[in-house]
């Protein structure tokens, strides 16, 4: 997600580093090469305009050319640009007073509605909602049974009617259920086409017009950059939409979407979809986004992502061994796969501030899988005493998992850091890995 943006924003910025002081000229040619960046990476042309003068105004003002350090400032004065850019603020999704909220998913045939109804449905169990989800598609072979997987795998129920061709009474008579069986949430999963067109909007209109729904999701595929806005404008015309959910920006999507349809139809992004499981979904904040996009990582979703996947008594039993230097390969084993939880490598590192426009830091996704695989093939002996290991040992674990002498020299090194690293960070000296503190409660290396 918006990788090459970032690549692209970090050498238009090397052209005020370079300088010690700024001209107007100066920013202006910066100017060019961010204008340039935002149009590649498929940002609405207008939505580039309107930014770039903005920019230009403020860096060629008193607060960046008298600066001691202008080149940080046109940093920060584009940090606050975009933020702007896309809300300022986050956006949560309104609760009725009087349940249940009605939540509306709308958008074009493929662009996630079906799975982003039960990935949002299943955020609020995790805060203690009781949701609902309604399968409205009838037209879409097997969209119903595709709803139903999903409420199976996050255990929550779907209303479906097989018999009935009609999608309004459907989520008329889905509503009347859920107020009947003490449902606070209803997820209505509506029809998509590959195209906008007349009946599919009257459809909704009139399933709008029963349901009265608290909300109006739009579901809208990250990847079709400006074409994305140009589906925004059409169902906000028509529905008044509340909010927007981006999927897809796990893909090869130049993020121009993001940039854009805040600016253009000014309605929020409540949510994005960063991959294909049903836990891959985050609140959308413009401040923790344009972070990202400027390559200064984002510790609080970091932080975020760390507290729920981590297991609390774990974490408390992994300090205590932290404290007394008894942390073995069988705790970094669990680690690891306490790590998986989070997501990719990749992702997390882009969390990192400064690794995500890193050029040179290379993500190996194999490694959690090799790791594994050879503190497996070790003997319990050998994962709690590891200086036991000789070289007919390391032949022995290198030919049980499928690796070479050479990874498990390298593991037991990273190994050996990795325990004096936590001995200090338990002591207080390094005062937190990555500035997190002790909430993180885990070593972070690859």
């Known amino acids: 997600m918006f990788k090459s943006l970032t690549e692209k924003l970090a050498n238009a910025f090397k052209k005020f580093r370079n300088k010690g002081k700024l001209t107007a000229s100066d920013v202006k040619e910066g100017m060019r090469e961010i ?24 860096a060629i003002g008193v607060e960046v050319l008298e600066s001691l350090l202008p080149a940080q400032q ?58 609902l989800l309604v399968a409205c ?12 997987i999903v409420g199976s795998q996050l255990n929550i129920p779907v209303y479906a009617d097989e018999k009935s061709k009609n999608p309004v009474d459907i989520a008329k008579n889905a509503l009347e259920y859920a107020k009947k069986n003490g449902y606070d ?9 590959l195209h906008v067109d007349e009946v599919l909007m009257k459809e909704l209109q009139q399933i709008k017009k029963y349901t009265l729904p608290t909300e109006i999701l739009l579901v809208v595929d990250a990847m079709l950059g400006q074409d994305a806005v140009n589906v925004a404008e059409s169902f906000d015309d028509m529905l008044n939409i509340s909010g927007v959910v981006l999927t897809k920006l796990d893909g090869d999507t130049r993020g121009g979407a993001a940039l854009s349809v805040r600016y253009v139809t000014g309605k ?3 949510f994005v979809g960063t ?54 390969l069988t705790d970094y084993l669990e680690q690891m796969a306490q790590l ?65 002498i050479e990874d498990i020299n390298k593991l037991l090194k990273q190994f050996d850091q990795m325990k004096k690293m936590m001995k200090q960070l338990s002591s207080g000296k390094l005062g937190g890995l990555f500035g997190l503190g002790k909430k993180m409660k885990m070593p972070f290396r690859k």
């Open 137 to 148: 598609d009838v037209y879409r072979p097997a969209a119903i049974k595709q709803l139903q």
């Open 74 to 131: 046109v940093v920060k004065v584009v940090h606050e640009e975009l933020i702007n850019l896309m809300g300022k603020t986050q956006s949560k999704l309104e609760i009725s007073s009087r349940p249940p909220t009605v939540i509306m998913m709308v958008g074009l045939q493929g662009a996630g509605k079906t799975t982003h109804s039960g990935k949002i449905a299943g955020l609020y169990k995790k805060q203690g909602k009781n949701p």
């Open 275 to 328: 991959g294909e499981k049903l836990d891959t979904i985050e609140p959308f904040y413009p401040d923790r986004m344009a972070s990202r996009i400027l390559g200064m990582g984002d510790v609080l979703s970091l932080i975020e992502k760390a507290e729920e996947a981590f297991d609390k008594k774990k974490a408390a039993e992994l300090e205590k061994k932290m404290k007394e230097n008894t942390f073995t």
């Open 268 to 270: 929020p992004i409540k």
């Open 340 to 404: 998986k939880k989070m997501g990719s490598l990749e992702s997390v590192m882009a969390m990192v501030p400064g690794m995500s426009a890193a050029k040179d830091v290379k993500i190996d996704e194999n490694l959690l899988v090799r790791t594994e695989a050879i503190i497996l093939s070790m003997t319990p002996k050998e994962r709690d005493n590891p200086d036991i290991i000789s070289s007919s040992r390391k032949k022995r674990i290198a030919k049980g998992s499928g690796t070479t």
């Open 35 to 58: 204008k340039l960046a935002l149009l590649e990476a498929d940002v609405s042309f207008k939505v580039v305009k309107d930014f770039i003068r903005t920019v230009t105004e403020r």
């Open 185 to 193: 949430m209803v997820f209505i999963d509506t029809a998509g086409r």
